[in-house]
Every structure is written in structure tokens, then in C-alpha cells.
């Protein structure tokens, strides 16, 4: 899979491309600033406008080629097009999976290097994360809740970096999920998200420049899911 076009230009949020190939009510584009979503993170929304008009992204489809947009009806588009991304939406989104990360690594320093099981950011606001974590305190989870306000105010900067996959395979904690991996580049690298000082783990998604870019967040529930899991959910 090819470098993604956020992953280089996290800042750009409209930027006009040329089609590629167009299908009715589709369009593959040479370059996108559109987040396809995956991970647990919802795709970015937006528009896209052309000389016979303007619509909303209502999806986003990856292959082989690029990455598909997809458009309300059968509108067959062509040529240059515009593309601007919804600022709020994506701005939320990059808070949601900071704070995400926050947390696992609350959990992955605190609880024994549990491993995530699930994850998912919300419209809404709020996000989950589940764990592997039998026989966890529900208490001692909801007391998270002060280091990740602590984590909030210390303003700790977030960056990434590429990492041959081989290489970050071999060094323990950096791949947290039991079930899903970050892509694998064409050029045999994936991308390594830091949060300096607490975290450091692969990840596809897009994130704040600090922690202290984040409202501040809450602990709202703590649910047992079966007899392992244990779901944090966070609101901001």
C-alpha cells in the first residue's frame, strides 16, 4: 500500500487533483487529503466540487489504485477536482485518537501490558477502548482519569516517524492490538506515532501536534465485556 496522502500533509484540508479513473457516482483521484478511516477512527467528511457542480464525500474505498470517493446518485465526474475536507470533523477525530493513545498507554504501563482488543471514536464525541484485562479493578480504571487530565496540562508533544516493519516487529510495545496491525508501506515501512516522554506505538490515524490541543476528557463508563475485556469509555 502506498504512503498516505495525510500521513505527509496532516495540515492540508482542500487541495485539487486530477481523476484518474470515474465510475457513476464515483471518482478515483491522483491525490486525496481525505482520511479513509480504519483503526477504530472514522473517515474525514467533506465535499468535492467540479465544473458540473458539488457534492457531498458520503464514502471513501481503497484499492490497488488509490483511494475512491464516493458521491450521492450517478454523477459521472471528470477532469479537476476540488476537494475540501471538514475541518471541525477531522479536528475532532485527531483529538479523539490522541486521547485514545493516552489511555492505552495508561493501560499498557499500568495493567501488565495488556493488550487492546477493540476500539472505536464516535461522532458523538466520545470514544471506547477494550482491553484483554480478566480480573481488572472496574476503580482502578475509572482512576485513569486524573494521569490523562495530568497528560492533558503537561502539553506533551505527538510526533511520527517510519520505521522499517521488520525492525519494529522486534521491539516490544510497539504493535498494542490483539486482532488488527497498521498497513505495511510498498516501501516496507509503517508509521510509529509518538507521544514524547509516555508512547510510542504503530499507528495509520491522524492525531493532534500536543496533548494539550485536547479539551479536557472524562472517564464516563467502565463495562465488563465477557469474562477478559473491560471497555473505557472517554468523552471530551
Known amino acids: 500500500m502506498s504512503r498516505a496522502f495525510t500521513h505527509d500533509h496532516p495540515d492540508i484540508l482542500q487541495l485539487e487533483a486530477d481523476a484518474i479513473d470515474a465510475r457513476p457516482g464515483a471518482i478515483l483521484l491522483k491525490h486525496s487529503p481525505f482520511f479513509p478511516g480504519g483503526g477504530g477512527q472514522l473517515a474525514d467528511r467533506g465535499t468535492l466540487k467540479w465544473s458540473g457542480g458539488e457534492l457531498p464525500v458520503t464514502g471513501l474505498e481503497r484499492d490497488a489504485r488509490g483511494l475512491w470517493h464516493l458521491v450521492p446518485g450517478d454523477s459521472l465526474i471528470s477532469g479537476k477536482v476540488m476537494l ?3 475541518p471541525a470533523f477531522r479536528a475532532m477525530m485527531c483529538e479523539l485518537h490522541t486521547l485514545a ?11 501488565g501490558g495488556a493488550l487492546l482488543t477493540g476500539a472505536q471514536l464516535n461522532a458523538d464525541g466520545t470514544f471506547r477502548v477494550d482491553f484483554d484485562l480478566p480480573g481488572a479493578d472496574n476503580e482502578a480504571l475509572r482512576a485513569l482519569e486524573a494521569p490523562l487530565t495530568d497528560i492533558i496540562r503537561q502539553d506533551l508533544a505527538v510526533s511520527a516517524a517510519l520505521m522499517p516493519h521488520a525492525e519494529a516487529q522486534a521491539i516490544p510495545g510497539l504493535f498494542r492490538s490483539k486482532a488488527v496491525a497498521p498497513p505495511v508501506g510498498e ?3 509503517v508509521r510509529i506515532v509518538e507521544i514524547l516522554g509516555l508512547d510510542r506505538q504503530a499507528c495509520g490515524g491522524t492525531h493532534l501536534m500536543s496533548t494539550g ?4 476528557a472524562r472517564i464516563v463508563k467502565i463495562d465488563n465485556k465477557g469474562r477478559q475485556n473491560r471497555r473505557i469509555k472517554v468523552a471530551i
Open 84 to 86: 475540501e475536507v471538514e
Open 213 to 216: 490541543q485536547s479539551r479536557p
Open 187 to 189: 516501501d516496507g515501512l
Open 101 to 111: 493513545h493516552v489511555i492505552n498507554a495508561l493501560v499498557y504501563t499500568r495493567f
